[in-house]
């Protein structure tokens, strides 16, 4: 059977997205459940995992109004394969992550399209250990099973199907982050209209098997999440999403505040003062914790290449080693494993933790950062306050066609820079710190015509001499 055009549309470097039902159908939802079980199961017996359990994929679902017609399209692919499905119902994509470890399966299959507005979904796939599946690391073949496979013809075999509630045993495994002592604090969660409205409750609230969390008071925004609408885009990287949270926050008087996600995998951290705290000094902030823990002692801690330099200084300081990664959740899990890092972070709000299989967890970010708040006895700017020690540009987007050739002439160009170093681990990297006080990262965009630059200097006045020299070779700047 020849692919569908559109089928080939929806696949993405690291996850599947469409908008529903014009790229994302029922039919392509089940076909891919069939692709997911065929890669996944046979993943586990090429590795000689054989257990029962290895039959099994976890499936679970954000809030989305496609998400219980996708989903259930996608479990009787699976079926239909011959795989069983574990159904765990409306979750956070975290937890699909933990249920894969918890029982030992196959791997899981999250339908969610994350942070994109209404209209879209998608799936988000991990195999055994909940290791991310992306381009690279199965998704084509997925995608080429799917393609090949037709509901018509096949002979279907029959998978079953059980649903398992697992709030429990997820509560009690997010829990064992918070460490507040009984400290009162007072903070704002805005769910985004995503998972956390589910989440949240039933791990921190009355909603839980544990009860709700000592001294621990939250103000809930935009927890509704029954009717696939969003009061503001579910995307906390955008400042003018944040802002509810950040006037609630002071309004309220309140410790902190969270903004979520769609699928409730990361947030932002807005101070007392309700300033939004950029994620590599979270990431800094969060290295010293762990590096601090008896286990945590003189390891790894693994970041985003392109994060402040403040992330390796303040690991160097805690006694441990910091490890720069590529951009991306499949590259930043896949250091984790490889240096048996204790803890990661990234830009944009996805933070790794040893003691969580490696994976990411928005809800676990925030325990960590509360339990560090209540530890410390310290406001959250406070702590932040030395960490914001030199100037960021943030992420500005140029316009250019010829990507490949804007590298290579600015290769040329620090190539004799004296006192510079260039590297290309993930697009080029000029660090001309130890002499002229400024780095860069400039990566390419992988769908369209852009290049991306992030820029750090130890004061503004050499941020901008460094931003005047490497934009006139970067293109058209989009974003201001």
């Not at 406001?379 to 100037?391: D, E, G, N, V």
């Given at each position: 059977?020849?692919?569908?055009?559109?089928?080939?549309?929806?696949?993405k470097a690291y996850d599947i997205r469409g908008t529903y039902p014009d790229l994302l159908t029922d039919y392509m939802a089940w076909q891919i459940g069939f692709g997911c079980s065929k890669f996944l199961l046979g993943e586990a017996e090429a590795a000689g995992e054989t257990t029962p359990m290895m039959r099994n994929v976890v499936v679970g679902r954000d809030m989305r109004l496609s998400s219980p017609?996708?989903?259930?399209?996608?479990?009787?692919?699976?079926?239909?394969?011959?795989?069983?499905?574990?159904?765990?119902?409306?979750?956070?994509?975290?937890?699909?992550?933990?249920?894969?470890?918890?029982?030992?399966?196959?791997?899981?299959?999250?339908?969610?399209?994350?942070?994109?507005?209404?209209q879209y979904n998608g799936m988000k796939i991990s195999k055994r250990k909940a290791k991310p599946v992306g381009e690279a690391t199965g998704l084509s073949d997925i995608r080429k099973?799917?393609?090949?496979?037709?509901?018509?013809?096949?002979?279907?075999?029959?998978?079953?199907?059980?649903?398992?509630?697992?709030?429990?045993?997820?509560?009690?495994?997010?829990?064992?982050?918070?460490?507040?002592?009984?400290?009162k604090l007072k903070i704002v969660i805005d769910a985004s209209n995503g998972m956390a409205g589910t989440m949240i409750p039933k791990i921190f609230g009355k909603g839980s098997s544990m009860g709700e969390v000592p001294g621990l008071k939250i103000i809930e925004l935009n927890f509704e999440n029954s009717k696939g609408v969003f009061a503001h885009e579910p995307n906390p990287l955008v400042a003018a999403n944040l802002r509810q949270v950040?006037?609630?926050?002071?309004?309220?008087?309140?410790?902190?505040?969270?903004?979520?996600?769609?699928?409730?995998?990361?947030?932002?951290?807005?101070?007392?003062?309700?300033?939004?705290?950029?994620?590599?000094?979270?990431?800094?902030?969060?290295?010293?914790?762990?590096?601090?823990?008896?286990?945590?002692?003189?390891?790894?801690?693994?970041?985003d290449l392109r994060s402040s330099k403040v992330v390796a200084e303040e690991a160097q300081k805690a006694g441990g080693k910091?490890?720069?990664?590529?951009?991306?959740?499949?590259?930043?899990?896949?250091?984790?494993?490889?240096?048996?890092?204790?803890f990661g972070g990234e830009l944009s709000g996805h933070f790794y933790f040893k003691n969580n299989f490696n994976a990411?967890?928005?809800?676990?970010?925030?325990?960590?950062?509360?339990?560090?708040?209540?530890?410390?006895?310290?406001?959250?700017?406070?702590?932040?306050?030395?960490?914001?020690?030199?100037?960021?540009?943030?992420?500005?987007?140029?316009?250019?066609?010829?990507?490949?050739?804007?590298?290579?002439l600015l290769k040329a160009q620090y190539a004799k820079h004296p006192g510079c170093t260039i590297d290309e681990l993930d697009g080029v990297t000029i660090d001309c710190f130890a002499k002229d006080g400024w780095w860069a990262n400039i990566r390419k965009s992988n769908t369209e015509p852009l290049l991306r630059l992030n820029c750090e200097a130890k004061d503004k006045k050499t941020l901008d001499k460094a931003l005047a020299a490497l934009a006139p070779g970067l293109g058209v700047r989009v974003d201001h």
């Open positions: 059977m020849a692919e569908k055009p559109m089928l080939g549309r929806i696949f017609t996708l989903t259930k399209e996608v479990i009787q692919g699976v079926n239909d394969h011959g795989g069983d499905v574990i159904d765990i119902g409306m979750v956070d994509t975290s937890m699909v992550y933990f249920a894969v470890n918890y029982l030992d399966c196959a791997g899981g299959v999250m339908v969610t399209a994350s942070h994109n507005p209404p099973y799917a393609a090949m496979v037709d509901k018509s013809t096949i002979a279907k075999l029959t998978g079953r199907v059980q649903q398992r509630d697992l709030w429990p045993a997820y509560s009690k495994h997010v829990r064992s982050f918070l460490n507040t002592g009984g400290e950040q006037e609630a926050v002071i309004a309220e008087k309140a410790d902190m505040g969270f903004c979520y996600d769609g699928d409730a995998d990361r947030c932002m951290v807005i101070d007392e003062k309700g300033n939004a705290v950029g994620c590599d000094l979270l990431t800094a902030l969060m290295a010293k914790h762990f590096l601090a823990t008896p286990e945590g002692k003189g390891g790894t801690v693994v970041y910091a490890v720069r990664g590529r951009v991306g959740h499949v590259f930043l899990k896949q250091s984790m494993a490889e240096n048996g890092a204790i990411d967890s928005g809800a676990i970010a925030m325990c960590t950062v509360l339990s560090i708040v209540a530890q410390t006895g310290k406001k959250l700017s406070t702590l932040i306050a030395p960490l914001a020690r030199y100037q960021q540009s943030g992420e500005i987007n140029f316009q250019i066609e010829d990507k490949d050739g804007a590298l290579a």
